[in-house]
């Protein structure tokens, strides 16, 4: 198996634009994680799902973040407007049921 | 306070020595996790226990529930152990809470 699969690996863009972030779960893992990562706060769980279905949400930081996942192999997280202080690795995880959660490489955000 | 509360914070080791990286945390888990990030920034779980010790290679892992407290030990320690080691907590069966990390430092 590829394991999680992310995209972009990196991106960087203006303050105000909107920016999506990709991930592929591993095939058969029924829980998706959206992680994000900075030097101040380290890894927080922002948002997971269970079999397509959002759980907790209660880790995203405001409006401006938003979750999809609309198929078992497919989820994006969504931050429209950005702003410089979203600048952070983003990590999706996936697992099976309450086994050991598999991480993708992360996607390195920078807002200008 | 962090739920999660590593020590130390960073530690630096010569080849060949025994290392302890040590976690508390505050809430009733229901598994605790070892993670490992590279320097080039990916994560791998290395550990999910809920009690006793588990070994995997080199590295060793124990859960003591009633004091709230785990150690990972990495024996024989290599300059390719060289990585920050993330303690996490389940209060559920699926929210991660993570601890800021131990960097460790295998020096040839």
């Known amino acids: 198996d590829a394991g999680v699969i992310q995209s972009p690996r990196h991106e960087v863009t203006e303050m105000g634009q909107e920016v999506t972030l990709r991930c592929k779960p591993i095939?058969?893992?029924?829980?998706l994680f959206w992680y994000r990562q900075t030097m101040m706060r380290g890894l927080e769980l922002l948002i997971y799902f269970n079999n397509n279905v959002p759980i907790d949400d209660s880790g995203m930081p405001e409006d401006r973040f938003s979750a999809k996942m609309p198929n078992a192999s497919f989820s994006t997280l969504k931050i429209q407007p950005s702003e410089p202080r979203d600048s952070a690795v983003y990590f999706c995880?996936?697992?099976?049921?309450?086994?050991?959660?598999?991480f993708g490489p992360g996607t390195r955000l920078l807002v200008l | 306070k962090n739920e999660v509360e590593q020590s130390p914070q960073n530690l630096t080791a010569q080849e060949g020595e025994f290392i302890t990286i040590n976690c508390s945390y505050s809430v009733g888990i229901s598994a605790l996790h070892w993670l490992q990030q590279h320097p080039g920034g990916g994560i791998v779980s290395l550990f999910m226990l809920s009690s006793g010790k588990k070994k995997h290679g080199r590295l060793i892992a124990t859960i003591n529930i009633q004091e709230k407290h785990s150690s990972l030990h990495i024996t024989a320690s290599h300059p390719r152990d060289s990585a920050v080691y993330i303690c996490a907590v389940s209060p559920n069966d699926y929210k991660l809470s993570f601890g800021a990390g131990t960097t460790v430092t295998v020096r040839a």
């Open positions: 995880a996936s697992s099976r049921q309450q086994e050991t959660q598999y």
């Open positions: 095939s058969g893992h029924d829980y």
